[in-house]
């Protein structure tokens, strides 16, 4: 599985974006995606996760409420909207993919297959 992460960029705090996660190879039937930050100097931070096939979704608590994870079954990408940014969540973005259930596993090693990353710079 190839996965290709896009959309970063630099906004002000209190704007939106939306990451796009798109995925090669003909399905993600089975998989989990989730979207996981990393700012410099901190460990890559779980933000949110989605099952492929039922579109369950799992959060962080520093994404709850402003952030939204989905997905496209069809076109095979997968999105994170993100609302009310704040400099905080100023992070490289990667969109990661396990083989499995259970959407409430936050932990980074999980994951097998990792998209390359996408910056977000919220200025303040």
């Known amino acids: 599985v190839q996965l290709q992460a896009s959309g970063g960029g630099l906004v002000q705090a209190g704007d939106s974006l939306r990451l796009a996660c798109a995925a090669s190879?003909?399905?993600?039937?089975?998989?989990?995606m989730a979207w996981f930050r990393q700012s410099p100097g901190t460990e890559r931070e779980f933000v949110a996760s989605?099952?492929?096939?039922?579109?369950?979704?799992y959060y962080a608590d520093s994404a709850k409420g402003r952030f939204t994870i989905s997905r496209d079954y069809a076109k095979i990408t997968g999105y994170l909207q993100m609302n009310s940014l704040k400099p905080a969540d100023t992070a490289v973005y990667y969109c990661?993919?396990?083989?499995?259930?259970?959407?409430?596993?936050?932990?980074?090693?999980?994951?097998?297959?990792w998209g390359q990353g996408t910056l977000v710079t919220v200025s303040s």
């Open positions: 990661a993919v396990r083989f499995g259930t259970t959407v409430s596993i936050g932990r980074s090693s999980a994951y097998s297959y």
């Open positions: 190879g003909p399905s993600l039937s089975g998989y989990i």
């Open positions: 989605i099952g492929w096939n039922l579109a369950n979704t």
